[in-house]
């Protein structure tokens, strides 16, 4: 079974740009997540959907970022306009909430903003 | 308050012996879940192990075993006969399953060296 699939694995971009990064969830998932890694912070939680309703979006940093997820196999976490700040790993990951809630991540998109 | 915490930012370990990582949380959630995670230098996020907090019996997995001491609110990983692939980052986090949806809490992290 393929897992959670993230593009890019890898975006370097400049300061002003937008930047969209992609998931596609396990088929048959119903609760997605978007989480940043970087070294000062570790591991944030953005924002989740359940059932592609976003449920809890207090992690988003700003309104610089958005998030959609349009359908059960497909989520965008957009940035707009992108600051050097933002350079860190983007994790998307996705659970079936009627189980324990073990979290499948993808291989993450690490963002490089210049 | 930190619902995870992890007070060992690093440790070190020679090959073939065991090694426990600390985990103690923070809920008034009397239904929740623990896991694991694994994150090597490669960057990806491995699943290890979960204990609910309604399990009798502390979780195990090959040579991973999770010691829940509820009372305690820990739930340390211990990890038997360490291997040099062993070296990466482990996490551990939380599910709250009545407080807090679906999301999981992750605590700050272990570096674990495997020394030869």
């Known amino acids: 079974d393929a897992g959670v699939i993230q593009s890019p694995r890898h975006e370097v971009t400049e300061m002003g740009q937008e930047v969209t990064l992609r998931c596609k969830p396990i088929s048959g998932h119903n609760s997605l997540f978007w989480y940043r890694q970087t070294m000062m912070r570790g591991l944030e939680l953005l924002i989740y959907?359940?059932?592609?309703?976003?449920?809890?979006d207090s992690g988003m940093p700003e309104d610089r970022f958005s998030a959609k997820m349009p359908n059960a196999s497909f989520s965008t976490l957009k940035i707009q306009p992108s600051e050097p700040r933002d350079s860190a790993v983007y994790f998307c990951?996705?659970?079936?909430?009627?189980?324990?809630?073990?979290?499948?991540f993808g291989e993450g998109s690490r963002l490089t903003v210049l | 308050a930190q619902k995870i915490t992890q007070t060992q930012p690093g440790m070190f370990v020679q090959e073939k012996e065991a090694v426990t990582l600390d985990c103690t949380y923070d809920t008034s959630d009397p239904s929740y879940g623990l896991f694991w995670y694994k994150q090597p230098s490669s960057g990806e996020m491995i699943f290890l192990i979960y204990q609910g907090s309604y399990d009798q019996q502390n979780a195990t997995e090959g040579r991973y075993s999770l010691n829940f001491q509820k009372a305690r609110k820990s739930a340390n990983l211990v990890i038997s006969a360490s291997q040099l692939g062993d070296s990466a980052m482990y996490f551990c986090?939380?599910?709250?399953?009545?407080?807090?949806?679906?999301?999981?809490?992750f605590g700050g992290g272990t570096r674990l060296m495997v020394k030869p």
């Open positions: 986090a939380m599910r709250e399953f009545n407080n807090a949806g679906n999301m999981l809490t």
């Open positions: 990951a996705s659970s079936d909430i009627s189980r324990t809630g073990e979290l499948f």
């Open positions: 959907f359940n059932n592609n309703v976003p449920i809890d």
